[in-house]
């Protein structure tokens, strides 16, 4: 069965600073996707960025990045410029898809509280 | 506007009382699962549904059943409950999707159910 760990319970980063979570994860399939996704205060949960396993150029989007090594199986997500609103819990996530390209089962990490300082 | 809706958002209840909790998504989404929460143990899948009549287990399925009779709906279902269901719950739901596609899961507001 597929696993997935974050190894940080808690980080705190300086506003502005950058921050790295880190994620590793088990599985011995070949296709699927990565996710990182933040949960605030509010406890919505909101997608901050995927990465599909067969493109080898790491994810962007916006001030989030990700270091995906495959074959170390680690999905670490890079916060560069931190806000206070980044201040949130966050969840690493794997999944993957059915024949028909659908999902079949998601599997979560236990998520790292992130603290932005001001 | 196109939403995943969970009812209620808030209940407790006592142990042994059958209970329902509904999700509905107006997306018109083949794919929904149910999630449960809790500290220190991250996101664990209870089930999902592929399309209509089609569910499959989780990681944590036991005590709960689930139904999908309808394409829009995936009621979460506990026959008897007991506290270690208590538990913030998560609905979501996604377009099933093409080979090589990848398809954005919408998450509910989320039904924190409490068990005495």
């Known amino acids: 069965a597929q696993t997935v760990t974050q190894s940080q319970p808690e980080m705190s980063v300086q506003e502005a600073e950058t921050v790295t979570l880190s994620c590793t994860y088990d599985?011995?399939?070949?296709?699927?996707?990565l996710f990182w996704y933040k949960q605030p205060p509010s406890r919505q949960m909101i997608l901050v960025i995927r990465?599909?396993?067969?493109?080898?150029q790491n994810a962007t989007e916006n001030r989030f990045s990700v270091n995906f090594q495959k074959a170390a199986k680690s999905f670490s997500l890079k916060i560069s410029d931190s806000q206070l609103g980044d201040a949130a819990m966050y969840f690493c996530?794997?999944?993957?898809?059915?024949?028909?390209?659908?999902?079949?089962?998601?599997?979560f990490g236990t998520g790292t509280k992130l603290q932005v300082i001001p | 506007e196109a939403q995943v809706t969970q009812n209620p958002r808030y209940l407790i209840t006592v142990t042994g009382k059958k209970l329902t909790v509904t999700c509905s998504q107006n997306m018109n989404h083949e794919y929904m699962s149910w999630y449960r929460q809790d500290p220190g143990l991250g996101l664990r899948q209870i089930y999902y549904?592929?399309?209509?009549?089609?569910?499959d287990k989780g990681d944590v399925p036991e005590g709960y059943k689930v139904s999908r009779k309808e394409k829009r709906n995936f009621p979460l279902i506990l026959e008897s409950p007991s506290p270690n269901q208590t538990s913030l719950y998560f609905c979501?739901?996604?377009?099933?999707?093409?080979?090589?596609?990848?398809?954005?899961?919408?998450f509910g507001p989320g039904t924190r159910l409490t068990v005495l």
């Open positions: 996530a794997y999944s993957v898809l059915g024949n028909s390209g659908g999902y079949q089962k998601v599997t």
């Open positions: 599985t011995s399939e070949s296709d699927y996707y």
């Open positions: 979501a739901s996604s377009i099933w999707g093409t080979s090589g596609t990848y398809n954005e899961q919408f």
């Open positions: 990465q599909e396993a067969y493109k080898q």
């Open positions: 549904s592929m399309n209509v009549e089609v569910t």
